[in-house]
Nanobody, 124 residues
C-alpha cells in the first residue's frame, strides 16, 4: 500500500504561481510512476503530468506544457508540481496518483493509489 497526501493548494490571481506537494509513504518503489490529475466541478478527471521515478521520464498534458513542472525529491517520498502563469481554467481539485506498473500514462483508471486532493482556485 502507498499513502499519498497532497498539499499546497490555495486561491490565487491569474498569472500567479503555486507549488503543490505530494508526500508518499508506505510501500514506495523506484519502479513506480507518479502523476498529477485534476478535476473541475462537472468535468472528468484529467491528466496533468507524470514522472517515472527510475527513468525521470516526464509527460505533460498540452494545456499545461511550458507552465507546469513536475519534479521529485531525491528520496522516493515527495513529488512536486510547480504551477506558473496560472489561468482561471486551471481551477480544479488536484490529485496525486501512483502507477505501480511504472508507465505513468494519461488514463486515470490505470493508477493504483490516489491522494485526497488539494483545491486550486484561480480568479481573474
Amino acid at each position: 500500500q502507498v499513502q499519498l497526501v497532497e498539499s499546497g493548494g490555495g486561491s490565487v490571481q491569474t498569472g500567479e504561481s503555486l507549488r503543490l506537494s505530494c508526500a508518499a509513504s508506505g510501500r514506495t518503489n523506484s519502479r513506480y510512476a507518479t502523476a498529477w490529475f485534476r478535476q473541475a466541478p462537472g468535468k472528468e478527471r484529467e491528466f496533468v503530468a507524470s514522472l517515472r521515478w527510475n527513468e525521470n521520464k516526464i509527460r505533460y498534458a498540452n494545456p499545461v506544457k511550458g507552465r507546469f513542472t513536475i519534479s521529485k525529491a531525491s528520496s522516493l517520498n515527495s513529488v512536486f508540481l510547480e504551477m506558473n502563469s496560472l489561468k482561471p481554467e486551471d481551477t480544479a481539485t488536484y490529485y496525486c496518483a501512483v502507477d505501480e506498473s511504472g508507465g505513468g500514462p494519461y488514463w486515470a483508471n490505470v493508477y493504483d493509489y490516489w491522494g485526497q486532493g488539494t483545491q486550486v482556485t484561480v480568479s481573474s
